[in-house]
């Protein structure tokens, strides 16, 4: 018999938001600062794992992929750039904050991303006011797709495998999310993960065992 699902681990940057940092906002930030893209994009694939696990601050990852050479522009002007890339996915959004209220289940964040962006995006679209926990790779120091950043998730959710479901835009991690006995949804747009987690079944509000749901 399938389990209801408790538990909802989502993905951030595809899912309920722009992706922050992506190939297509760095080769904009190089037109707009007159980079050599090919460059910072060595750089950065050399670099953005450590950031990403939160061995680097941002200070440091824009030292050695932006500012290892003198340039015109302000160190301030280029992160405003990399904060403004940002944007809610609306939909999502509130799919996710219906569920909530309607069922009471858990939603935790299953994310890769450095601190200092992490956290500009928790604060300005407002995610902590629906998501119980951040399980980002820069708390957690692992990344997907590491395997242990999803047990890491379910032993802070305190959610079976068999009661959680992973939603993501990356077939790859769900695919992993999936050897842990965690069911999974490829995300394309609201409506089809809507849909898709309607036929996994029954919704319920965690509650410990031996304690009726209020």
Request: aromatic fraction near 10%.
């Amino acid at each position: 018999m399938t389990q209801p699902i408790t538990t909802l681990f989502c993905d951030v940057g595809g899912v309920m938001l722009t992706n922050g940092w992506d190939r297509a906002a760095r080769k904009l930030a190089c037109r707009t600062f007159d980079l050599d893209c090919d460059e910072v994009d060595e750089r950065h694939h050399l670099t953005f794992d450590a950031y990403e696990e939160g061995k680097l601050t941002l200070d440091e990852y824009l030292d050695r992929t932006v500012f290892y050479a003198p340039r015109t522009f302000t160190r301030a002007a280029f992160k405003d750039f990399m904060f403004s890339r940002s944007e809610p996915l609306p939909d999502m959004i509130d799919c996710l904050r219906g569920l909530k209220a309607r069922h009471g289940i858990k939603i935790v964040t299953v994310n890769n991303e450095g601190r200092e962006l992490n956290e500009h995006r928790i604060r300005t679209f407002g995610l902590g006011c629906f998501i119980d926990a951040f399980v980002s790779s820069c708390f957690v120091h692992f990344r997907k797709p590491d395997a242990d950043i999803f047990r890491i998730a379910l032993d802070i959710a305190q959610t079976a495998p068999e009661e959680a479901v992973y939603i993501d835009d990356r077939a790859l991690f769900v695919e992993v999310a999936g050897t842990l006995g965690i069911r999974g949804v490829v995300h394309k747009n609201a409506a089809q993960t809507t849909r898709a987690l309607e036929a996994m079944g029954s919704f319920a509000a965690y509650c410990p065992v031996g304690q009726e749901l209020g």
